[in-house]
């Protein structure tokens, strides 16, 4: 049976007590759980990891959270691969429908897919996320170090400081950019073919991005 990689379990839990405890001690403003009726449309889709139809987006039904879902990204170095392969990006721009008197931001993120990397090959997730228009970028970087041959998940959460929120009454695009990196590093490329993937035939393999809900004065 694979076994998925977890970077952060233990902080993903600590902080998510940390943010129950400072949302109950937050303004009466808070609103849990989300609004109802969050609808979210893809704006655009850009990148070498994300051709157009490789991409779909899904709210949860509860809005808690929303996922995404690819089809086609993968990066890769060695036998096989092209000049181009070992970097493969995504830019999503999404338009996020919810319904008046509620804002939202990003409480907690989880990214998910398959790694296959040689002895000395090194793998890089790195993601993004932000406004349209605002200067707070959510930035993390991840890196995995070969042999490995296995699924690999990582999750990123903010604490409540942290938590960059959509301004009230503006339309405003949630932009997030992904990207998938490979370095054949002491392995030998000519011999060996490494690979990171975030990407799913069948839809189970998703990223996850976790919704905190206020509402606006």
Known sequence: MSRALLVGGAAAAMMGSLLSAQTASAA??????GPNKVTIEVATVNGSGCRPGTAA???????????VTYSEYLAKVGVGATPTDFRKNCQ????????????????STDYRGFASLERGAIG????????????????RTHTFRGPLADNWQVTNVNSWPQLVWK???ENRN???????RVNAGTS????????MAMDST??????????AWKTCP
Do not use: M
């Not at 993601?127 to 228009?133: N, P």
């Open 124 to 139: 890089t997730q790195k993601a993004s996320y932000y406004f349209q228009g605002s200067p707070d970028t959510a930035s």
């Open 57 to 67: 987006v899904a709210v949860s039904e509860d809005n808690t959270a929303f996922t």
């Open 202 to 211: 069948d839809g189970v393999i998703k990223s996850e991005y976790r919704f």
């Open 92 to 107: 999503l721009s999404l338009i996020v429908h919810v319904p008046q008197g509620f804002t939202y931001a990003i409480s």
């Open 28 to 33: 009466p403003s808070l609103a849990t759980p």
């Open 188 to 195: 030998d490329p000519k011999k060996t073919t490494s690979i």
């Open 174 to 180: 949630f932009n997030i950019n992904t990207e998938l």
């Open 167 to 169: 301004n009230c009454g």
